[in-house]
Structures are given as structure tokens and as C-alpha cells.
């Protein structure tokens, strides 16, 4: 596999209803990487979520915002991505001391990705996936 080639399930907003499969998409950026929560870790400096890229073809739900265990959503988290090939992820969240409403498993949006060439290989009536 050439650097910088690979597979990954974005986030993205408003996706025109004319894709098929075969079709391919460019953007400048997603709205967000699919990963699923691994750890959970609270330190005096925020909470550390250690997550791993979600495989989506499996059903699930996932959530675009964290919030606390009292429902208040929380500040945008600091993404980074680690190991050697980017699978596993952290965010990095400031929780202002409060619990934040996640357990492990929990499928979230992660890291945002830079710009991307993507190729839709599914679709079916309520989403379209890409890779």
C-alpha cells in the first residue's frame, strides 16, 4: 500500500443525493473520522479518550457532540492520532471536572482529516459509505 493510501470512514454533512457507486468525492477536509471509545482516563488537565477507527459495516449510532453526564455539551476536543499506521486516536477533552457521558464502546466523531480522494463502493437508502 503506497503512504498516505488506506481506508477510513468520514463524517461528512450534506452529500448530494445524485452519488452512486463508483462515483468519486473530493474535499479540503471531513467533518470527522468514525472511532469507537477503547479508555477512558481523567486527569487534573481534562479527560483523555483513547479510541480506534470504528468499522462501519456493522449498525450502530454515534455521537457528534460530548457532552456531560448532566447533558451540557462540552468544548470541541483536541484530536490527535497515534500508533504506526493512525488506527488508534485520543481526544483530548476539557470537562471542567464534570463526568462526560461516554462508555467504552461508544462509537464518536474523531479526528477531523485533511483533504481526501474518496471512492463510494455502497450506498443504500438511509446513508452512503465511502472508502
Do not use: W
Request: negative net charge; aromatic residues 6%; charged residues 20%.
Amino acid at each position: 500500500m503506497n503512504e498516505g493510501e488506506g481506508s477510513y470512514h468520514l463524517l461528512m454533512k450534506d452529500i448530494p443525493d445524485h452519488l452512486s457507486v463508483g462515483d468519486v468525492i473530493v474535499s479540503n477536509h471531513s467533518n470527522g473520522i468514525l472511532e469507537q471509545v477503547f479508555q477512558q482516563t481523567r486527569t487534573p488537565y481534562g479527560v483523555f479518550i483513547q479510541t480506534r477507527l470504528h468499522d462501519c459495516f456493522t449498525n450502530f449510532t454515534f455521537r457528534e457532540d460530548l457532552k456531560t453526564t448532566d447533558g451540557a455539551t462540552l468544548p470541541e476536543s483536541l484530536p490527535c492520532s497515534g500508533g504506526p499506521d493512525g488506527a488508534h486516536g485520543l481526544l483530548i477533552v476539557d470537562a471542567a471536572g464534570q463526568e462526560v457521558d461516554l462508555e467504552t464502546g461508544d462509537v464518536v466523531v474523531g479526528r477531523r482529516s485533511g483533504r481526501f480522494l474518496a471512492k463510494v463502493y455502497h450506498e443504500n437508502a438511509t446513508k452512503k459509505t465511502t472508502t
